[in-house]
């Protein structure tokens, strides 16, 4: 019988919780002689512009290269308002292959869950009976992740039990990340002096490992001033100076779990629709509890052992990325580039790997549907760490995820990453995680993605190269040319996103180190899938480049105009005030009614702009942007109004 081989989704490879839970699966497949493609999403609040790609892998859930099918649904449904639709309108799609449900239940789905009310309960008691807690401070995710909302409530219920309430400003958002407990915690302290507070109950570990560097940071002794609690149990809880009081989910225990009822359902045995584990408490210094001291012998194993797991694995992890970054300082054509790959990967502990590239590249913006190519080819692969393969086996992506003959020689756990570069799509790459930790890993498989990409365009690149040498044109040329062609929107020759993204960046922090301000401005063009759908796509591309014409004549030459995408435009205007708004909107739309009336164009063409203004307290892009597009929906409703007001009847207005 074959190999039964599993899918696994989940939202990063290098969470504590992702971490815990693939420990769970990698056991069971040793266990049980399975194998896995590990399938990480990369969304959410706190993902990177184009991690959208990564959701291009769910096409490769088929019958003819899975078996079966594990949601790490509790880290793909945070948000139970906006996440969790799309997760179920996503497994509706997906082919009738067997299918668990982990951490949030899905109609129709056998799902495993953690009961965590009564531990909670119990941590909350604990701090109330054991250690006369009464002011407490609640740390949670956000107001919409249904996994921070059960346990807040339990919280605020079982203290309202021992007439305790918590004040609604004492309730904080930390994401469930180490940085947001931080930085929240130190506002909350910082705007309001002299509060005081003897518990701080975090519904994750990392916002309670957070808080506690913040707590000490700020000359509060844990545990004798405030206490501190978390949830998960993650490793570092009890590996550090001071160990953590916390909620154990047995996050491995229940993948493993997932993978013993997938591979269940897989041989057609029935399964429970819903298996609830209890959580427990476990008790550590942080609340205040005394631990059994430690011997002498025991202590100084401990302190060689973090001696070790510092400068030994951390700087050895450290080293091989400065290795890395070296050594590809140099871009090289794809022929030079497998064996630096290979060498470098196995110095990471990377000894699996095979690379996927399509024929050509694939344009994909987010939110639109991703067309695979039909042809691709293994270009790369290796098993050991001894030497590599060029296969070079065309097969239909579309069909298989590999080719059967790549596939046989893959036994265990492989995790699958897109090979992209801002909007465009190149392939995919394979590869079994060694024993460094998974955020190294996801640093290095970006920097691997970013050098493919390098050695894609530098092979095409070659011929031209080779004409401008004859040319006469020197290297430095050369470089220049292609630097500003990576930075360039093809279509309308203004910046691209990339491009305003590093020369905003830096053009906003050289006007505040100034002591200058400046607006962002997102333009948006009303109505060009209408365009599109009447007179083609044709016209569209046509009111595209008018849209940049507008641009070119109403902003300075040293404002910084780019195309975002579609039909989004951003300029970044320096020295300009929100009082000069106005006057922008309004020669915009004289530019536009030039055009409409000058032009034998079928269209009406009209622009939405919407800005916001950077300071010292709001230099971030990501955040002008959404801001200055919010600005822009405004306009754009306020034009939709004007025009249903507009077609009333005068007695009607």
Not at 78 to 84: A, E, F
Not at 373 to 380: G, H, L, Q, S
Request: charged residues 25%; proline residues 3%.
């Amino acid at each position: 019988m074959a190999k039964k081989r599993v899918g696994v989704l989940i939202n990063t490879i290098y969470s504590e919780y992702a971490v815990s839970f693939m420990k769970g699966i990698d056991r069971y497949c040793e266990e049980n002689d399975c194998s896995y493609f590990l399938f990480p999403l990369e969304h959410g609040k706190n993902s990177g512009i184009y991690d959208y790609h990564c959701e291009t892998s769910l096409s490769f859930i088929q019958k003819n290269n899975l078996d079966g099918i594990i949601f790490a649904s509790a880290t793909l449904s945070n948000n139970v308002k906006t996440d969790l639709p799309r997760l179920v309108e996503t497994i509706k799609m997906l082919p009738p292959i067997p299918k668990v449900s982990v951490g949030m239940e899905i109609e129709g789905i056998p799902t495993i869950k953690i009961d965590s009310k009564n531990a909670m309960k119990e941590l909350v008691s604990h701090l109330v009976e054991k250690h006369d807690c009464k002011k407490f401070v609640i740390m949670r995710c956000d107001s919409g992740n249904f996994e921070s909302l059960e346990r807040e409530q339990c919280v605020i219920e079982t203290l309202a039990k021992y007439g305790i309430s918590v004040n609604p400003k004492w309730i904080l958002s930390g994401n469930f990340l180490f940085d947001n407990a931080y930085s929240t915690m130190s506002h909350f302290m910082r705007t309001n002096p002299g509060v005081e507070f003897d518990a701080v109950i975090c519904l994750n570990d990392s916002m309670a490992m957070g808080v506690m560097n913040c707590l000490v940071d700020n000359n509060i002794k844990v545990p004798a001033q405030v206490k501190i609690t978390g949830f998960d149990n993650v490793f570092e809880t009890s590996n550090g100076e001071l160990n953590i009081t916390t909620v154990d989910q047995r996050i491995d225990g229940f993948a493993y779990e997932s993978m013993k009822t997938v591979s269940a359902l897989i041989d057609g045995e029935r399964a429970e629709p819903l298996k609830l584990y209890d959580a427990s408490l476990v008790v550590r210094h942080s609340c205040g509890c005394p631990a059994e001291p430690l011997s002498a012998e025991c202590i100084y194993d401990v302190s060689v052992k973090r001696r070790y797991d510092i400068f030994r694995l951390g700087g050895n992890q450290l080293y091989m990325l400065h290795y890395f970054l070296m050594e590809t300082q140099t871009p090289v054509p794809l022929e030079n580039l497998y064996s630096r790959l290979h060498y470098s990967l196995c110095l990471f502990d990377i000894t699996e790997m095979v690379l996927v590239l399509y024929n050509h590249s694939v344009y994909f913006e987010k939110n639109t549907e991703f067309k695979r190519p039909e042809t691709a080819r293994v270009a790369m692969s290796f098993f050991n760490e001894k030497s590599f393969e060029r296969p070079d086996i065309t097969f239909n992506p579309n069909a298989r995820i590999l080719p059967q003959e790549i596939m046989e020689k893959m036994e265990k756990g492989y995790a699958l990453f897109p090979i992209y570069a801002e909007c465009f799509q190149y392939g995919y790459i394979f590869l079994r995680l060694g024993r460094f930790e998974r955020i190294f890993y996801q640093s290095v498989l970006e920097l691997i993605s970013k050098e493919i990409v390098t050695s894609i365009k530098i092979t095409g690149e070659q011929t031209e190269k080779i004409s401008l040498k004859n040319q006469n044109v020197t290297l430095e040329q050369y470089s220049e040319k292609m630097h500003r062609l990576s930075f360039t929107d093809e279509m309308t020759g203004l910046l691209n996103r990339r491009g305003f993204y590093e020369y905003a960046r830096r053009q906003i922090a050289a006007s505040l180190e100034a002591g200058r301000t400046g607006l962002v401005i997102y333009c948006d063009m009303d109505g060009l899938k209408k365009i599109n759908d009447t007179y083609g796509h044709d016209f569209g591309d046509r009111a595209i480049k008018y849209e940049a014409q507008i641009l070119k004549s109403v902003f300075r030459s040293t404002d910084i105009s780019a195309r975002l995408g579609g039909d989004e435009f951003a300029v970044l205007a320096c020295d300009m005030k929100l009082k000069d708004f106005p006057r922008i909107k309004r020669a915009m739309a004289a530019e536009c009614e030039k055009i409409n009336s000058g032009s034998l164009e079928p269209f009406t063409l009209s622009v939405s702009v919407g800005c916001s203004e950077f300071s010292t307290a709001r230099k971030d892009i990501d955040e002008l942007l959404n801001n200055a597009d919010s600005s822009q929906y405004e306009d754009k409703r306020a034009k939709k109004e004007a025009e249903k007001k507009k077609r009333k009847p005068w007695w009607l207005r």
